[in-house]
T-cell receptor, first 112, second 113 residues
Framework: GNSVTQMEGPVTLSEEAFLTINCTYTATGYPSLFWYVQYPGEGLQLLLKATKADDKGSNKGFEATYRKETTSFHLEKGSVQVSDSAVYFCALKRNSNYQLIWGAGTKLIIKP | NAGVTQTPKFQVLKTGQSMTLQCAQDMNHEYMSWYRQDPGMGLRLIHYSVGAGITDQGEVPNGYNVSRSTTEDFPLRLLSAAPSQTSVYFC????????????FGNGTRLTVT
């Protein structure tokens, strides 16, 4: 079946550190892949997406590349800020279906 | 542009009470859904709808009812509240397009005592 696995958190980094949050997936066909972010006390919002192999999604300094050969969609940022502290969710969506399959979320804590 | 609007933002219920969480979207999205988010549990799908008059169960439907009489509205009803339903509830919608993302409301924090 379809599934998404994220690295467990919390992930704690110092400001300006390099960030990687791992996400791997299992799916049939060619799903679309998403990263959502949830800031404290808020709903989830789309951070970036990629719809086919080798696509790179990017937004707010974050990037993720759709790697079909490794079934991965790792989130990266070169220099994190305190304001990046949030919970990050990886998700996939089969294009024939409305449903999203969610990872468990990774809490990111950035210390000044 | 309002997007997805949820009301109320906070609610406290006593065990056995009933209530309706409201959700409305103004993007003409076909798909609407309700999730609950518990600490350490991520998001769990309660019910969803792919259009007016069509609803279906998600992963954790027990204790909840939904209806979809219009494209815009998708209320979630708690029939007889239980402490296990203490959670944060999110409504989300999306269009039919394959890679279209979910748009979330800001959530309703429900406490059942």
């Amino acid at each position: 079946g379809n599934s998404v696995t994220q690295m467990e958190g919390p992930v704690t980094l110092s400001e300006e550190a390099f960030l990687t949050i791992n996400c791997t997936y299992t799916a049939t066909g060619y799903p679309s892949l998403f990263w959502y972010v949830q800031y404290p006390g808020e709903g989830l919002q789309l951070l970036l997406k990629a719809t086919k192999a080798d696509d790179k999604g990017s937004n707010k300094g974050f990037e993720a590349t759709y790697r079909k050969e490794t079934t991965s969609f790792h989130l990266e940022k070169g220099s994190v800020q305190v304001s990046d502290s949030a919970v990050y969710f990886c998700a996939l969506k089969r294009n024939s279906n409305y449903q999203l399959i969610w990872g468990a979320g990774t809490k990111l804590i950035i210390k000044p | 542009n309002a997007g997805v609007t949820q009301t109320p933002k906070f609610q406290v219920l006593k065990t056995g009470q009933s209530m309706t969480l409201q959700c409305a979207q103004d993007m003409n999205h076909e798909y609407m859904s309700w999730y609950r988010q518990d600490p350490g549990m991520g998001l769990r799908l309660i019910h969803y709808s792919v259009g007016a008059g069509i609803t279906d169960q998600g992963e954790v439907p027990n204790g909840y009812n939904v209806s979809r009489s219009t494209t815009e509205d998708f209320p979630l009803r708690l029939l007889s509240a239980a402490p296990s339903q203490t959670s944060v509830y999110f409504c989300a919608s999306s269009s039919r397009v394959g890679d279209s993302p979910l748009h979330f409301g800001n959530g309703t924090r429900l406490t059942v005592t």
